[in-house]
């Protein structure tokens, strides 16, 4: 697998572009109005965008698109939920080797490494661990794949699952294993050396849904019980399969995520304890004093593979404006993804500051 692959998770923050330290940034356009004349002349996207509970722009919220990173926001959910209910404790100490367990190097755009480089520059690492709540930090703020599929079985993907009922979220795609699923090519080469490059990617892209997943979960499984040696020495991807892997990932619709989005901004649809540990693992960006001086408060989480772009992000201003965004573009074509992903920081940001560009978007 090749950098490109992966969910990036590129740190597509709302706000000034401002970004904890150790978030990557991509190169590109930095004009909100590239993006904005992209939607005009392209159909390959999803966007809803909520404003003080007003509808400001619906364009193709209800068809699903692949989510990438976007759907880890799910995962922190769970987490939040089972520290609220006190089955799991946020200080929990977690061992880099378990989570490493789960690394392939050169598939996330240098994601989990930078996660640990940042813990260990923010004194976040006793010895060779750190806690619970640093490991979703680092699934959310830098889209670490390790540390998510290290909380999927942490947590139970069942229960990741039925937290979408609860979520009102009829429409999401289950979630499962995101490496476990990146290496089922890997996996059936391995389970029989004589299948050939075009039986494999056909074996991928047309198994149910059903046998997709579970050999995800086997794949996961083996990781976790110390086969990650015998996965990259028979490291097996073609950009073919590159393509099958991001058109399967976990889909929803933009007007769920403008939702989920108002739920967090609201800060009543969950217990107490449940939204405090969602802050702090939700809002990274009010970190920075800058954002601190015109939000009361703020999170989102984008993500990326080499053929889309997401992002769904809520803020609510010192004025009391509460804004919900979800973004989904697939299906990107040679080029576009770093001028896409370089201006929708900025586009972002201007549909929570500027009343043109909201003007705009119901043009759309």
């Known amino acids: 697998m090749k950098v490109a692959l992966l969910i990036i998770g590129i740190g597509l923050v709302i706000a000034l572009i ?27 996207w999803g966007l809803t965008v909520i404003r003080n509970g007003e509808k400001l722009a619906s364009v193709r919220e209800n068809e699903k698109f692949p989510l990438a990173s976007a759907m880890k926001t799910i995962i922190a959910i769970e987490y939040a939920k089972q520290c609220g209910e006190q089955k799991l404790d946020p200080s929990l100490s977690v061992s880099l080797e378990e989570l490493d367990r789960y690394y392939i190097p050169n598939t996330d755009g240098g994601a989990h490494k930078d996660w640990i480089a940042y813990s260990k520059n923010k004194g976040l690492l006793l010895g060779n661990s750190t806690t619970l709540e640093n490991v979703v930090k680092g699934m959310m703020a830098f889209s670490s794949n390790a540390n998510t599929d290290f909380l999927i079985d942490l947590l139970g993907m069942e229960a990741i699952n039925e937290s979408l009922d ?5 429409i999401h795609d289950v979630l499962y294993p995101v490496t476990g699923a990146m290496l089922i090519p890997t996996y059936l080469k391995m389970k029989d050396s004589s299948y050939t490059k075009d039986y ?16 995800a979960q086997i794949v996961s499984q083996q990781l976790k019980e110390g086969e ?19 058109d399967r990932l ?16 609201s800060k009543t649809f969950f217990q107490r304890e449940t939204q405090e540990r969602l802050d702090a693992v939700m809002e990274g960006i009010m970190e920075h004093p800058a954002n601190r001086d015109w939000l009361k408060h703020g999170g989102q989480k984008g993500g990326s593979t080499e ?19 979800a973004i989904f ?13 370089g201006s929708l920081n900025s586009f ?8 043109d560009i909201r003007k705009k978007l119901k043009e759309l």
Do not use: C
């Open 18 to 44: 401002i970004i904890v330290a150790g978030i990557r940034q991509n190169a590109g356009k930095r004009d909100p109005s590239y993006l904005l004349h992209y939607l005009k002349h392209h159909g390959n």
């Open 307 to 325: 053929f889309l772009v997401t992002n769904a992000a809520y803020a609510t201003d010192k004025e009391g404006n509460a804004t919900e965004i």
């Open 200 to 215: 494999i990617e056909t074996k991928v892209k047309e198994m149910s849904k059903e046998e997709y997943i579970r050999i």
């Open 348 to 355: 972002m940001l201007h549909v929570l500051k500027d009343d």
């Open 250 to 265: 976990t889909r929803s619709t933009t007007i769920e995520y403008a939702s989920l989005m108002g739920k967090l901004n």
């Open 228 to 246: 990650k040696g015998l996965y990259l020495e028979n490291e097996y991807s073609s950009k073919r399969l590159d393509k099958i892997w991001s």
């Open 329 to 341: 573009i697939n299906e990107l074509e040679a080029g576009e993804f770093e001028k896409i992903s």
């Open 166 to 170: 609860e979520l009102n979220m009829e």
